[in-house]
């Protein structure tokens, strides 16, 4: 038995390890609602493998009982892990900070549209066309740096403001990156 408990706490860590270099953050459209759940999910498993193992192990170690009532034990410790994980996951995915509140502004930030009408400097000459999901948004347009751009041509959103979009050639940005 010292085997299977040797192999869920390794395999609970690498999968640990997996979650810290990729993350647990879960598109929104996998839910209907747009909320995010942890029931079963990758860390919740993580703990519950890893605890199974340092607890089945060390009761199989000791012989503290029969192999059966050392399963038991160590699973049922594993499922009490794993709800307190999913529990703590949730409850810090609450967590906003009040001080860091999104500047509407910028959420379109880095947002890549075309332009439609001629941008040639002025407030609002211009316009653009960007896709969000699956509807298309029309905006007037005003160049960041007051370089013309022309019709199609590729360009990156900064912020909106008061309803124009304030954009800089894809060129341009491509330079910095």
């Known amino acids: 038995m010292n085997i299977v408990y040797l192999a869920s706490f390794i395999g609970g860590l690498l999968l640990a390890v997996q979650i810290m270099i990729a993350g647990v953050e879960r598109p929104r459209d996998e839910h209907p609602a747009g909320e995010r759940t942890f029931r079963l999910s990758r860390p919740v498993l993580a703990s519950m493998a ?3 193992g340092i607890i089945g192990y060390v009761l199989n170690r000791r012989q503290a ?3 059966v009532m050392d399963l038991g034990i160590a699973a049922l410790v594993a499922v009490v ?4 994980t999913a529990r703590l996951v949730r409850d810090w995915w609450k967590v906003t900070p009040e001080h860091e509140t999104d500047d509407e502004r910028f959420i379109l930030q880095g947002h890549v549209a075309r ?3 001629s941008i040639t400097g002025t407030a609002g000459d211009g316009e653009v066309t960007y896709v969000l999901g699956d509807k298309t948004f029309v905006h007037p347009a005003h160049g960041v740096d007051e370089t013309v751009l022309d ?3 590729e360009v990156v959103i900064e912020r909106i403001e008061d309803g124009v979009a304030f954009v800089e050639s894809w060129v341009e940005v491509e330079k910095r990156l």
Do not use: I, K
């Open 50 to 52: 890893v605890v199974f």
């Open 65 to 67: 009982g029969t192999n």
């Open 81 to 84: 892990a794993g709800v307190l």
């Open 115 to 117: 332009v439609t009408r």
């Open 151 to 153: 019709v199609g041509s």
